[in-house]
């Protein structure tokens, strides 16, 4: 009997929540008799029943449960959060068997839902791949293992590596990557709860820092204050109102106060504000700033087919290549 297939049916369950169940992790389960899937669910969003629940109330026949597996992509819970614990209501079913794709190393959880489970007769069985259900819910982990939210860096170069050529205040920025560059780069931002960028590029660009390319929500922006203050007229056109980083007590609206180049020191407290997951957009020092940090967790890279000859150098970055396209551009992301 093929376990791969049923843990791969859970992941599959689990993506069709994807982007809603923030801050808790995506899960599916499904609930396998002689062979046959007898029942399925995901958890959709925080609050609402869990996957093991859901899965489990599927079932037409509950009188098969004492008889069956139970598949799930995380360990099931051991705690009482919203909700209470999946692994109380396996060995209340009295389910004899459950095959689990990766461990929750929640503090609450980390081996509590494996214990109980063992500790009332069920048979505990893991994937022996962990990686796809790891990543699945890799902003997840990072938050509760790092205790920080989840980095992404991305950024478009010119064939002969420059993020930009040399330009005045409100000359227009280059536009370094294709069409299809901005729609990819939309639907990365649609994916984030933030997104990072420097005063100075806030001044220059005058981003709306929107997903006006894709259908997504607006993450919030983060405007990283050194020693440039962002001009109030390149604040209005961003889409959401901004959280400010740095020696920025003067400034209005929500703030870390701090010293703005030790990003691990005020990185975790972004997860006081709900971001889980934040992409540095810029500019190219900020961004070689979080390489240097070594708190890159994924990062995207365009590359154009053209050359600027001079300009803003990008981010030195030690990334395997790979060749993907993306309209006249390269893309690779890791
Ligand atoms: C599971 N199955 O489908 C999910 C789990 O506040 P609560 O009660 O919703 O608990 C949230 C925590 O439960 C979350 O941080 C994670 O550790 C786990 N999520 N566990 O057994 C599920 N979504
Ligand atoms: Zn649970």
Same mark, same amino acid.
């Given at each position: 009997m093929s376990h791969a297939k049923f843990l791969t049916r859970c992941l599959q369950l689990a993506n069709y929540a994807k982007g809603r169940t923030s801050p808790n992790p995506m899960v599916g389960a499904v609930i396998v008799y002689n062979g046959k899937i007898i029942g399925e669910g995901y *958890? *959709? #969003?925080?609050g609402d029943p869990h996957a093991e629940v859901m899965a489990i109330e599927s079932v #037409? =026949?509950?009188?098969l449960l004492v008889s069956s597996t139970l598949y799930c992509s995380l360990e099931p819970c051991a705690h009482y959060g919203k909700t209470p614990p999946c692994s109380l209501l396996i060995t209340d079913k009295q389910i004899p068997k459950v095959v689990i794709g990766c461990s929750d190393t929640h503090e609450l959880v980390n081996g509590q839902g494996v214990k109980h489970l063992q500790s009332h007769g069920v048979e505990v069985l893991f994937s022996s791949d962990p990686i796809p259900f790891r990543k699945l819910n890799q902003v997840f982990f990072c938050n509760k293992e790092r205790n920080r939210p989840f980095v992404t860096i991305k950024w478009a170069q010119s064939f =002969?590596?420059? $993020? =930009?050529?040399i330009r005045k205040i409100n000359e227009n920025a280059s536009l370094i990557s294709s069409p299809l560059a901005a729609i990819k780069s939309h639907q990365i931002r649609s994916e984030v709860d933030g997104i990072l960028i420097s005063a100075k590029t806030l001044n220059w660009d005058r981003p709306s820092l929107s997903t006006r390319n894709y259908n997504g929500t607006n993450p919030r922006p983060i405007i990283l204050v050194n020693n440039t203050l962002p001009d109030s007229s390149a604040l209005d056109h961003l889409s959401v109102p901004p959280v400010f980083i740095g020696n920025v007590s003067e400034l209005e609206g929500d703030k870390i106060i701090c010293d703005p180049y030790t990003i691990e020191k005020w990185l975790p407290e972004l997860l006081n504000y709900g971001i889980h997951h934040v992409l540095v957009e810029g500019g190219g020092q900020v961004i070689q700033s979080f390489v240097d940090s070594g708190l890159v967790d994924q990062w995207h890279r365009f590359t154009s $087919? %053209?050359? $600027? %000859?001079?300009g803003v150098t990008a981010p030195k970055f030690d990334a395997p290549l790979t060749m993907n396209t993306l309209g006249t551009d390269r893309y690779e992301r890791g």
């Open positions: *958890h *959709h #969003k925080a #037409k =026949d509950p009188s =002969d590596g420059y $993020i =930009d050529r $087919i %053209n050359s $600027i %000859n001079e």
